[in-house]
Nanobody, 125 residues
């Protein structure tokens, strides 16, 4: 059974930093598609960042230059370093994964088969 367990959420002041972790078990996701989504109250879920292999990444325009996605294949863990946080970053953040390595310009929008339970990130002004 595949499980994705997020950790590292919390409350932080605007301008602060947080690092989310997503520990995967039940399957190895080395090099395959993984991503971070978020959903704020009353809004649709959106893709924040995605990664395939170790260096191919995608970022939503709203987080470019502030967030960094990375992975540790030895630990089967995905990370999201979030700096210069803004109140509009407040949301539940979800880790997602797929065993595929998709290609093409929209690789980051490929189906995500596995999802974590979510971690709350709250940024106060």
């Amino acid at each position: 059974q595949v499980q994705l367990i997020e950790s590292g959420g919390g409350l932080v002041q605007a301008g602060g930093s947080l690092r989310l972790s997503c520990a995967a078990s039940g399957r190895t996701f080395s090099n395959s598609l993984m991503g971070w989504f978020r959903q704020a109250p009353g809004k649709e879920r959106e893709l924040v960042a995605a990664i395939k292999w170790s260096t191919t990444t995608y970022y939503a325009d709203s987080v470019k230059g502030r967030f960094t996605i990375s992975r540790d294949n030895a630990k089967n863990t995905l990370y999201l370093q979030m700096n210069s946080l803004k109140p509009e970053d407040t949301a539940v953040y979800y880790c997602a994964a797929n065993s595929d390595i998709p290609y093409g310009p929209s690789w980051h929008n490929h189906e995500y088969a596995y999802w974590g339970q979510g971690a709350q990130v709250t940024v106060s002004s």
